[in-house]
């Protein structure tokens, strides 16, 4: 059992609807205020104000991408000199090490290995591929709805529904 | 703030968050004999490329009309040109993202496609000038049997490394942006179709974790593609300025050649819109507004490209060498002289027209005048690239070339293959980012809701 009295399970809890940025961002300050901290916030459109009453610190991803762009730039360096070393043939009469050509490769490689980190991390982090949904996902919140979903064991839900139904929404649902 | 007023609400008129959602995914999946007439002239044309092009590998590159002293011809001209064409998708998404252009919004899902299927296009031609295509793989830095690596000093290797990342990339950041619409599609759609998209959507659900590392990395991906595209053209165009070809051999040709690209990527761009405008009945979310925007862009950069062409010539003159001189008149007035006449009308004089404020509004003239450029750009590339070899330095080594029926019919196909993509895009996938417009319109809304309370306090 968690502090929240779900057991870790979310699919036990109060969902709520709203029908803009503004009054699910309210909905999530009235419920962190009450002590209620495990929540799950579903918007159609990316909305950085939610992210800020959720408390939550920005993303991890750009130390990915800055990883991957250190790494795009050492493989250009290595592949480039590797190759012009194991095969070493005078061209254009420049020198076999010939920086200028080079960082093309780096530059080339960084930004693809910065692209790709960037990606990935994203999905790593936001925990996809996902084959199902959550229970608490509805199909409006791909349309026109936002959702705040707060897990809360029996001895909670009451209390939760009360508060959300206090902010507004367009529709509550007790998720038992 | 009454102008950021303003130019949001000419963006958008007045649909519903579901109301965008309707609309953009409504044609999506929904047969229709135009659409299925057009596909099929699409795949009649990459029939007619792909037989000529299996000919030309039966029975060998002799079939074509690149011989000494011209051997690059229609085949790299459309190489150049399909990469040009790829510019304006990720200027539109990336650049005008990182400089929040509100009006990009309803452009840039379609022209992110379009650089994905023109640098699809313009990556067929290495190989298919390559005449034994089989051994394309000689391309790639491998550890072979032979000991023997590519030259990381030729521009042509910095070309395969700058064409296959820029493809890597565009691919990445435009699958990044369809991610939540592909979401709103599987949540529209029930059975196998629900499935298909959801599973694309690789089950995304919008919840703010997500939209948190989301945000960062579309972000960094718009960062990175910003210097990505002006290197790319760069370095194509180095493939030509490093070689001691005269007509070629120019410090100008990196801005040259990213101001071409760019031109000629917003007339595709405005080229396709049109169509798809029409044929989709999106007037509502892609607006004469648009258009303009799109119209000053192909201005700006049509002079850019005037004024190139214009110090090609000054350089030329005031460089003092003979064969430099001779190399550019004998463009202007010598055996090519009617592809250059045509570059000049088509890219210089045609576009001047954008200056009046009625055309860059009607869309049926700024339709003929992107086609127009269009048709100029490839006449560009053709110029630079054959009428620079055909006439180099000794007047024994002079020779013409003209394309063979292979060539020409490869060039029908590459336009083909272009546009089967485009339309297999444009039925199957939002050609509006659905996410984007609601994210305006919620703004819009949220805008409305803070003037009326002001309104109703005072």
């Not at chain 2, 869309?363 to 750009?377: E, H, K, R, S, Y």
Request: hydrophobic share 50%; proline share 5%; aromatic share 14%.
């Amino acid at each position: 059992m968690n502090r929240h009295g779900t057991g870790g399970n979310r699919s036990v809890g109060v969902i709520a609807q709203y029908g803009s940025v503004e009054a699910a961002r309210r909905a999530i300050e009235v419920l962190r205020e009450e002590g209620f901290e495990d929540l799950e916030v579903y918007s159609p459109i990316p909305a950085p104000e939610l992210e800020e009453a959720m408390g939550i610190d920005s993303s991890p991803v750009r130390l990915w991408a800055l990883i991957g762009a250190i790494t795009g730039c050492a493989t250009g360096f290595l592949l480039s000199a590797g190759a012009s070393l194991a095969y070493p043939l005078v061209t254009q009469g420049k020198p076999i090490i010939s920086m200028p050509p080079f960082f093309v490769v780096m530059f080339e490689l960084a930004i693809l290995l910065t692209g790709i980190f960037a990606l990935f991390s994203m999905l790593v982090h936001a925990r996809k591929p996902k084959l199902t949904l959550s229970p608490s996902y509805r199909a409006a919140f791909s349309v026109d709805r936002w959702g705040v979903f707060v897990a809360a064991g029996a001895d909670r839900q009451a209390d939760a529904e009360r508060l959300l139904g206090e902010t507004d929404p367009l529709a509550v649902e007790v998720m038992a | 703030m009454a102008t950021a007023a303003r130019e949001i609400e000419q963006v958008y008129p007045t649909p519903t968050l579901a109301d965008a959602n309707e609309d953009i995914c409504r044609p999506i999946l929904v047969p229709s004999w135009r659409y299925a007439l057009l596909l099929s002239i699409a795949i009649g044309g990459v029939a007619l490329g792909g037989a000529a092009w299996a000919y030309q590998i039966h029975k060998g590159i002799g079939v074509t009309g690149i011989n000494h002293p011209v051997g690059w011809g229609v085949y790299i001209t459309l190489f150049v040109f399909w990469v040009g064409i790829a510019h304006s998708g990720t200027l539109i998404s990336a650049i005008l993202y990182l400089f929040r252009s509100g009006w990009r919004t309803t452009i840039n899902r379609a022209a992110e496609a379009m650089t994905i299927f023109a640098v699809m296009t313009a990556g067929l031609f290495p190989l298919i000038h390559l005449g034994r295509v089989w051994y394309f793989y000689w391309l790639m830095p491998y550890p072979s049997q032979r000991m023997i690596w590519p030259d990381f000093r030729s521009p042509l290797v910095l070309d395969v490394f700058a064409v296959g990342t820029y493809f890597t990339i565009s691919l990445i950041f435009w699958y990044t942006g369809l991610i939540p619409d592909l979401a709103a599609l599987r949540d529209k759609f029930r059975g196998w179709k629900s499935k298909l998209y959801g599973l694309l959507s690789l089950g995304w659900e919008g919840s703010v974790r997500e939209w948190r590392h989301y945000r960062r990395a579309y972000l960094i991906m718009a960062g990175i593609a910003t210097p990505l595209v002006l290197s790319v053209h760069s370095v194509v165009s180095w493939d030509f300025a490093l070689a001691i070809v005269p007509g070629w051999h120019s410090t100008i040709f990196a801005p040259y050649f990213v101001a071409g690209a760019i031109f000629s990527g917003v007339a595709m761009v405005i080229t396709l819109m049109v169509g798809l405008r029409w044929a989709f009945g999106l007037e509502a979310y892609v607006t004469e507004y648009h258009f303009e925007n799109m119209a000053k862009l192909m201005l700006l950069t049509s002079l850019i490209v005037g004024y190139a062409y214009a110090v090609e010539y000054f350089l030329a003159y005031y460089s003092a060498d003979p064969i430099e001189q001779d190399s550019f008149l004998w463009r202007a007035f010598g055996a090519y002289a009617g592809p250059f006449w045509i570059m000049v009308f088509c890219n210089v004089i045609v576009p001047a027209t954008l200056w009046f404020r009625d055309i860059r509004r009607s869309i049926p003239a700024l339709f003929v005048i992107a086609v127009f450029v269009n048709i100029g750009m490839f006449y560009e590339r053709f110029v630079i690239i054959v009428s620079s070899l055909a006439h180099e330095y000794l007047p024994s080594g002079w020779g013409n070339y003209t394309p063979s029926w292979v060539e020409i019919s490869i060039l029908i196909g590459s336009f083909s293959w272009f546009y089967m993509w485009f339309l297999i895009f444009a039925k199957t996938l939002p050609v509006i980012s659905i996410a984007e417009v609601k994210e305006h319109l919620a703004h819009e809304q949220a805008h409305e809701q803070a003037a009326g309370r002001v309104g109703g306090a005072e």
